[in-house]
């Protein structure tokens, strides 16, 4: 079998060395979306619906805030949780079909108001993922995360019975690298609601963010001259497999030698790859595309003025790995 992309184990080598001594600031922990007041229920509530639908979120912004993707996801779960909505209760959401939740979400994704101008799309595929959670947590689980949880004993891998196996039976969870499935642990481990027994058995997150960054900085290399192009010219792909995988396991690599956990390697290389390293990487315009930018607000560092990549990034000095971009498919993984 021949392979289409590789791991460069020396390029995450460097790497490493440059994750190694970064430590998080303390307000990134002390985030709203972790500390808002409510049951542990609701937060857990929050944490699970928010993850579920979190996937191919580029066109998803809130200018007043000045937030994107992510950042209104958790901005509009954190207002729900805080306000005791409806929509955090499974007996309630499970009532409703897919066009009716998503009238009810247009509001908390439109600015203004205007429900004419929802930037969250794709409502009634998202609708259906929280509406199918809610009807099996009421059916197996008496309505209640916290239930699942504990039928889990802390193990994320336990013959069928850990959390990453239960939550498998969710549609919106079913991605065999558990790209959602760990952002909701993550959520739920920093707001003290979830202590890991096997927390070996962490996947690394991996999302399209990261995959770009991981091209661009040369930890993942591709080997096939039409894949290379494809994804350089940002052309559509049937399959992202092999780049994701081997991204997957740079992270596993890198993680290793930096002494990070997975955890941590997503904050890092997410934060990084969405601010530092997008349309216009940090390393050839002198500043960060967002602004605050993402990883400087997570990373406790003096200053911010250049990539702390710059130094052994292959493509800060090649354009050939700058020009990069994500894999370009259709998919409810990430």
């Known amino acids: 079998m021949t392979f289409k992309v590789s791991v460069n184990n020396h390029q995450c080598e460097l790497i490493a060395t440059r994750l190694l001594p970064l430590q998080f600031r303390k307000a990134h922990f002390d985030r709203p979306f972790l500390t808002f007041q409510s049951d542990n229920e609701t937060k857990l509530c929050a944490y699970l619906f928010s993850s579920a639908i979190c996937h191919q979120t580029h066109a998803l912004i809130n200018r007043k805030k000045n937030l994107k993707g992510w950042g ?11 306000d005791g909505s409806p929509l955090l209760k499974p007996e309630y959401i499970a009532a409703l079909d897919a066009k009716q939740l998503s009238e009810l979400l247009k509001p908390l994704f439109s600015e203004g108001g205007d429900l004419t101008y929802c930037t969250l799309d794709r409502l009634e595929e998202r609708s259906n993922f929280i509406i199918e959670i809610s009807k099996i947590l009421n059916e197996k689980y008496g309505g209640r995360v916290e239930n699942m949880i504990a039928k889990a004993e802390g193990y994320l891998l336990n013959n069928g019975n850990g959390i990453y196996e239960l939550l498998e039976e969710f549609s919106a969870f079913v991605d065999p690298l558990k790209k959602k499935s760990t952002v909701f642990l993550q ?3 920093n707001a003290n609601l979830l202590k890991i027994k096997d927390p070996q058995s962490v996947e690394p997150v991996m999302d399209y963010h990261m995959q770009r960054l991981l091209l661009r900085i040369g930890c993942v290399e591709v080997l096939d001259q039409d894949l290379k192009q494809s994804l350089q010219d940002r052309t559509p ?10 991204a997957v396991e740079a992270v596993r690599l890198i993680g290793k030698l930096a002494k990070k956990d997975f955890f941590e390697m997503d904050e890092l290389l997410w934060s990084m790859a969405r601010s530092c390293c997008h349309e216009k990487p940090l390393c050839q315009f002198g500043a960060c595309a967002k602004n605050p930018c993402t990883f400087f607000s997570f990373v406790d560092l003096p200053e911010h003025t250049h990539c702390i990549f710059a130094d052994v990034c292959l493509g800060k000095s090649d354009e050939s790995y700058r020009k990069y971009w994500q894999p370009i498919v259709e998919t409810n993984y990430y």
């Open 187 to 189: 959520l739920a481990t």
């Open 72 to 82: 209104c996801l958790e901005d509009a779960y954190t207002s729900l949780g805080t």
């Open 237 to 246: 792909l049937s399959s992202d497999s092999e780049v994701r995988t081997a």
